[in-house]
């Protein structure tokens, strides 16, 4: 199972573009992908048809395992993990719990024995938090879109930064590229 994250800590520069254009390729490539959405705009399901849940609140919060959360894309071998305003609400207990970087990695996880996708792509919200922070310690890659303009390099410049403080913490991830 390889972990792909999408992020930038500036919105309006295809995050969720990305991450489920990028995923549905992967699908179409004949690889069992998995979408989650951790921005509470719950923009993944939108682009797909489908509506926003509050699954990833579920996830996060360890309520239900990732393979109970898992929901048709509509599309064959590419499911989704919807997230919608609850997600935030998740970051917020989760920070109030003194949670860990690592809980998105270790829920993302199926269970010894178990099958699991050949990829998990997971798309962010434009913020620092822990959120991002959990998405990119997940992630064995990590992709950057990026615009044109300075705000959205500012933002990827940020969230290059981000990847390299948790590298200094034990992030053994990197950098797909910049988009």
Same mark, same amino acid.
């Given at each position: 199972?390889?972990?792909?994250?999408?992020?930038?800590?500036?919105?309006?520069?295809?995050?969720?573009?990305?991450?489920? /254009?990028?995923?549905? !390729?992967?699908?179409?490539?004949?690889?069992? /992908?998995?979408?989650?959405?951790?921005?509470?705009?719950?923009?993944?399901?939108?682009?797909?048809?489908?509506?926003?849940?509050?699954?990833?609140?579920?996830?996060?919060?360890?309520?239900?395992?990732?393979?109970?959360?898992?929901?048709?894309?509509?599309?064959?071998?590419?499911?989704?993990?919807?997230?919608?305003?609850? /997600?935030?609400?998740?970051? /917020?207990?989760?920070?109030?719990?003194?949670?860990?970087?690592?809980?998105?990695?270790?829920?993302?996880?199926?269970?010894? +024995?178990?099958?699991?996708?050949?990829?998990?792509?997971?798309?962010?919200?434009?913020?620092?938090?822990?959120?991002?922070?959990?998405?990119?310690? !997940?992630?064995?890659?990590?992709?950057?879109?990026?615009?044109?303009?300075?705000?959205?390099?500012?933002?990827?410049?940020?969230?290059?930064?981000?990847?390299?403080?948790?590298? +200094?913490?034990?992030?053994?991830?990197?950098?797909?590229?910049?988009?």
């Amino acid at each position: 199972m390889t972990v792909i994250t999408v992020c930038n800590q500036k919105g309006g520069v295809g995050k969720t573009t990305s991450a489920v /254009t990028l995923a549905h !390729a992967l699908a179409l490539k004949g690889k069992v /992908t998995w979408l989650l959405d951790c921005d509470p705009q719950g923009q993944v399901a939108v682009a797909l048809g489908r509506p926003p849940g509050e699954a990833m609140f579920d996830l996060l919060l360890g309520r239900r395992p990732v393979a109970d959360l898992l929901q048709e894309s509509g599309r064959p071998r590419l499911y989704i993990v919807p997230g919608d305003k609850s /997600t935030q609400d998740a970051q /917020t207990m989760l920070t109030g719990r003194g949670a860990t970087v690592d809980i998105l990695a270790r829920v993302i996880r199926p269970p010894r +024995g178990s099958a699991g996708p050949d990829y998990v792509v997971i798309d962010t919200a434009p913020s620092v938090g822990l959120l991002q922070a959990m998405a990119i310690w !997940a992630a064995d890659l990590v992709v950057v879109p990026c615009g044109c303009d300075w705000l959205s390099q500012d933002g990827a410049t940020k969230a290059l930064e981000s990847m390299a403080h948790l590298a +200094g913490l034990g992030w053994t991830g990197d950098l797909l590229g910049v988009l």
